[in-house]
């Protein structure tokens, strides 16, 4: 099975701030890579698909990159609304598997 | 608007079964593939199972291997998840999500609310 390893696993930041999230695949899995918001009581959300293309919807401020088996999550100017957990996936093969998840924290 | 909307969660005692069931609206059901994704409480999500357009070619996770079974209907446009001999470590909140269409490989787009699944005696 293809392990997804993110780190880190908690991020205290602030309103304003720029953050990176990084997910690194335990063998390349090219661009069959996707990042997840979810909301406390929430279902997940589609932010990224295939390591860099914006879901339709998600503001710019996200952004995401990478292929192989390194790939980054940036947020640009945190809002109150984007303080959640974050999840990396791929889909190269089966089993996917997700990362274990990033809580994204008010500082 | 697109929606899945889960159901059948509930209490189960460990070795009984649950059916759960996903009904889709908003969109072509047949032209899509559809998972399951589960999340025990407080922990990380979970890929469960596959099914492709058309039910040609199912994947599962080895734990449920021989005991959750996926199916779909695309004439109900519904997709289901028979949980049998139920462990404990099954407790879950249940998704059911939206793949892609044929080639496209862009990510679990759409989510059900999910369904909570209790296995306890």
């Known amino acids: 099975d293809i392990q997804m390893t993110q780190s880190p696993s908690t991020l205290s930041a602030s309103v304003g701030d720029r953050v990176t999230i990084t997910c690194r695949a335990s063998q390349n899995i090219n661009i069959y890579f996707a990042w997840y918001q979810q909301r406390p009581g929430k279902a997940p959300k589609l932010l990224i698909y295939k390591a860099s293309t914006l879901e339709s919807g998600v503001p710019s401020r996200f952004s995401g990159g990478g292929s192989g088996t390194e790939f980054t999550l940036t947020i640009n100017s945190l809002q109150p609304d984007d303080f959640a957990s974050y999840y990396c996936q791929q889909y190269y093969d089966f089993p996917y598997t997700f990362g274990q998840g990033t809580k994204l924290e008010i500082k | 608007e697109v929606y899945l909307v889960e159901s059948g969660g509930g209490l189960v005692q460990p070795g009984g079964s649950l059916r759960l069931s996903c009904a889709a609206s908003?969109?072509?059901?047949?032209?899509?593939?559809m998972n399951w994704v589960r999340q025990a409480p407080g922990k990380g999500l979970e890929w469960v199972s596959y099914i492709s357009r058309g039910s040609n070619t199912i994947y599962q996770l080895d734990s449920v291997e021989g005991r959750f079974t996926i199916s779909r209907d695309d004439a109900g446009h519904s997709l289901f998840l028979q949980m049998n001999r139920l462990r404990d470590e099954d407790t879950a909140v249940y998704y059911c999500?939206?793949?892609?269409?044929?080639?496209?490989?862009?990510?679990?787009?759409?989510w059900g609310q999910g369904t909570m699944v209790t296995v306890s005696s």
């Open positions: 908003g969109f072509t059901f047949n032209a899509y593939s």
């Open positions: 999500a939206r793949g892609w269409e044929l080639g496209q490989f862009d990510g679990f787009d759409i």
